[in-house]
């Protein structure tokens, strides 16, 4: 008897070893791609309203909102990505916490909370240029609707690097 409940003891710590090795992530559309952040660094997800134009302001900054008293920078994905900028029907703005900053992004959708485990994700491809893309994590795989699809794993930190020294220091005055 002992040993079954000792045997079962380790089989359900073995099981909570794996599901807390899980990690969550917000898949999101930009483009015909699908992308995904840590859950953990989003604060929420909003319908697109029109932000406040800032003078001076790239195209990758799209402007500011003002969320319960707190200026938020709003950055079009679609335009750092090399996409045009539209607005359609499903866009929405993510809004995250990053490197102690709170700044929302543009995509055109969000699509679920998928849960992937490391054995999941596969790294960053290296690119060209002999470097990895900065802000990739990895690449996850994904069954959207019967067909397997990659998920790319965005770093939300390395998102902001990933700015040109324009819109950091835009960033920087709208905190």
């Known amino acids: ?12 710590a073995r099981a909570g070893e794996a599901s807390a090795q899980v990690r969550e992530y917000l898949a999101f559309q930009v483009g015909r791609e699908l992308y995904g952040v840590d859950i953990l660094r989003v604060q929420e997800i909003r319908g697109f309203e029109t932000p406040t134009r800032i003078a001076g302001a790239t195209e990758v900054v799209r402007g500011v909102l003002n969320l319960r008293g707190v200026i938020v920078p709003i950055l079009d994905l679609r335009h750092s990505m090399g996409l045009p900028a539209e607005i359609g029907v499903g866009t929405v703005t993510i ?8 700044v929302g992004f543009v ?5 679920d909370v998928v849960g992937l485990s490391p054995a999941d ?17 990895g690449l996850g795989e994904l069954k959207v609707e019967g067909r ?5 794993l965005l770093d939300a930190d390395q998102l902001l690097g990933h700015l040109g020294d324009s819109e950091q220091a ?3 005055v709208s905190m």
Request: avoid cysteine.
């Open 170 to 172: 835009l960033l920087a």
């Open 107 to 111: 995509v055109d959708g969000v699509t």
């Open 121 to 137: 994700i596969q790294p960053a491809p290296e690119l060209a240029d002999g470097g990895r893309g900065t802000f990739i994590q």
């Open 1 to 12: 008897m002992e040993l079954s409940t000792s045997s079962s003891t380790s089989r359900s």
């Open 95 to 102: 809004v995250m916490n990053l490197k102690q900053r709170t």
């Open 148 to 152: 397997e699809q990659m998920l790319i």
